[in-house]
């Protein structure tokens, strides 16, 4: 079984930064894609920012130039690194990877880090 533990969200002004860790524990799992959703109340989960399984990283347009993702290989840590944070960045984010795991590929999320920005 793998296990994702986050840590980092909480409140914070707008124009300020957070930086949200996540790290996967378990064995036997190869990861092949990881990265963060978020999700605000009433709406859909949605990407923030992610490595894909090339090994690319893809980011939301509203976080573009101001949200890095980067990770940590040898301790299955995926960090995401939030700067010039805005209201509408309020929101569950939830850490996910993807990985190969008991001969198929499966996705895995952790429990979910609330982040409330202040105007």
């Known amino acids: 079984q793998v296990q994702l533990v986050e840590s980092g969200g909480g409140l914070v002004q707008a124009g300020g930064s957070l930086r949200l860790s996540c790290a996967a524990s378990?064995?036997?799992?190869?990861?092949?894609?990881l990265g963060w959703y978020r999700q605000a109340l009433g709406k859909q989960r949605e990407l923030v920012a992610e490595?894909?399984?090339?090994?690319?990283?893809n980011y939301a347009d509203s976080v573009k130039g101001r949200f890095t993702i980067s990770r940590e290989t040898a301790k299955n840590t995926v960090i995401l690194q939030m700067n010039t944070l805005e209201p509408e960045d309020t929101g569950v984010y939830y850490c996910?990877?993807?990985?190969?795991?008991?001969?198929?590929?499966?996705?895995?999320w952790g429990q979910g880090t609330r982040v409330t920005v202040s105007s």
């Open positions: 490595f894909t399984s090339g090994g690319n990283t």
């Open positions: 996910h990877i993807r990985a190969f795991a008991y001969d198929v590929y499966r996705d895995y």
């Open positions: 378990g064995s036997g799992f190869v990861i092949s894609a």
